[in-house]
């Protein structure tokens, strides 16, 4: 074999060995690294990326001052212009973080002038013309370092609609206290915050016996739910017979809060244990 054809076999050898060794492609640092880099947002439309490569600075960590996360790893930046005076969310959801950061100034971030920040979305009362920057965060100082982030720009929700009864009959035990049930249904869309409450009241001889309750943990999908409470009066003894009912249901969501009212009488019936 002449030496030509070793050195053009040797060529061909090494060209096609060349991908199998070669080093390993790296995902490049987002283009939204930084502010100056800010991607602009359309309400609306979400936007998405791969944030495993972003970078955090000083930036970062002198607003969050303002803010207090826990940490602010792969920050990428977004703008955001209303075109007119409007409240509108920014939302993070559909991302995979453990818990993602969102904070919002008013102009150049390097001015400080912070508007709003949280976990998961906020809510902004814009002004027409004002650009706002936008800085979405893994907000978990872990090992894992961001990863895929969604933003959307959009309006607030409605308030959620909320409908409550109060069931005519309860019970007086021996101790006592009332024990009263009654249900309630809430359309509650992105509902987080929620409960019912209430006050019965009941005439015993000249006493006004009056008791408050509450109910936490409201489950909010539209369809009737049952709750229950039980009434401690801070001044006598509930008994057998009519009491009085006042009682309000609220559930809120990221923007407004939605109310439902009942009130009416409810006929205690004595029991021996509670």
Same mark, same amino acid.
């Given at each position: 074999?002449?030496?030509?054809?070793?050195?053009?076999?040797?060529?061909?050898?090494?060209?096609?060995?060349?991908?199998?060794f070669?080093?390993?492609a790296?995902?490049?640092?987002?283009?939204?690294?930084?502010?100056?880099g800010?991607?602009?947002?359309?309400?609306?439309?979400?936007?998405?990326?791969?944030?495993?490569?972003?970078?955090?600075?000083?930036?970062d960590?002198?607003?969050?001052?303002?803010?207090?996360?826990?940490?602010?790893? +792969?920050?990428?930046?977004? #703008? @955001? =212009?209303?075109a !007119?005076?409007?409240?509108?969310?920014?939302?993070?959801? &559909?991302?995979?973080?453990?818990?993602?950061?969102?904070?919002?100034?008013?102009?150049?971030?390097?001015?400080?002038?912070l508007v709003?920040?949280?976990?998961?979305?906020?809510?902004?009362f814009?002004?027409?013309?004002?650009?706002?920057?936008?800085?979405?965060?893994?907000?978990?100082?872990?090992?894992?370092?961001?990863?895929?982030?969604?933003?959307?720009?959009?309006?607030?929700?409605?308030?959620?609609?909320?409908?409550?009864?109060?069931?005519?009959?309860?019970?007086?035990?021996?101790?006592?206290? +009332?024990?009263?049930?009654? #249900? @309630? =249904?809430?359309? !509650?869309?992105?509902?987080?915050?929620?409960g019912?409450? &209430?006050?019965?009241?009941?005439?015993?001889?000249?006493?006004?016996v009056?008791?408050?309750?509450?109910?936490?943990?409201?489950?909010?999908?539209?369809?009737p739910?049952?709750?229950?409470a039980?009434?401690?009066?801070?001044?006598?003894?509930?008994?057998?017979?009519?009491?009085?009912?006042?009682?309000?249901?609220?559930v809120?969501?990221?923007?407004?809060?939605?109310?439902?009212?009942?009130?009416?009488?409810?006929?205690?019936?004595?029991?021996?244990?509670?």
């Amino acid at each position: 074999m002449s030496s030509t054809l070793r050195t053009a076999l040797a060529a061909a050898l090494t060209a096609a060995l060349l991908p199998a060794f070669a080093a390993p492609a790296w995902a490049a640092v987002p283009a939204n690294d930084e502010p100056t880099g800010a991607i602009a947002l359309t309400k609306g439309v979400p936007t998405s990326q791969d944030t495993t490569e972003a970078t955090t600075s000083d930036i970062d960590a002198q607003l969050n001052a303002l803010c207090g996360a826990p940490g602010t790893d +792969a920050s990428v930046w977004y #703008t @955001y =212009t209303p075109a !007119a005076d409007e409240p509108f969310i920014v939302t993070t959801e &559909g991302s995979d973080l453990l818990e993602t950061g969102v904070l919002v100034v008013e102009g150049d971030p390097a001015d400080g002038n912070l508007v709003t920040c949280g976990p998961g979305g906020v809510v902004v009362f814009g002004a027409a013309g004002q650009t706002y920057t936008i800085m979405v965060f893994d907000a978990v100082p872990d090992d894992v370092n961001g990863g895929n982030v969604t933003v959307l720009v959009t309006d607030p929700p409605p308030a959620p609609e909320v409908g409550l009864t109060v069931d005519p009959r309860g019970t007086a035990f021996k101790d006592g206290t +009332a024990f009263i049930t009654g #249900t @309630y =249904t809430s359309t !509650a869309e992105g509902g987080y915050d929620g409960g019912i409450q &209430g006050m019965l009241t009941q005439r015993v001889g000249r006493l006004k016996v009056t008791a408050d309750f509450f109910v936490g943990g409201l489950y909010c999908d539209g369809t009737p739910q049952v709750w229950s409470a039980y009434a401690y009066s801070y001044n006598g003894i509930f008994a057998g017979g009519k009491a009085s009912n006042v009682s309000i249901a609220f559930v809120c969501n990221i923007w407004s809060c939605g109310e439902g009212y009942t009130e009416g009488k409810v006929q205690l019936t004595r029991a021996k244990l509670k």
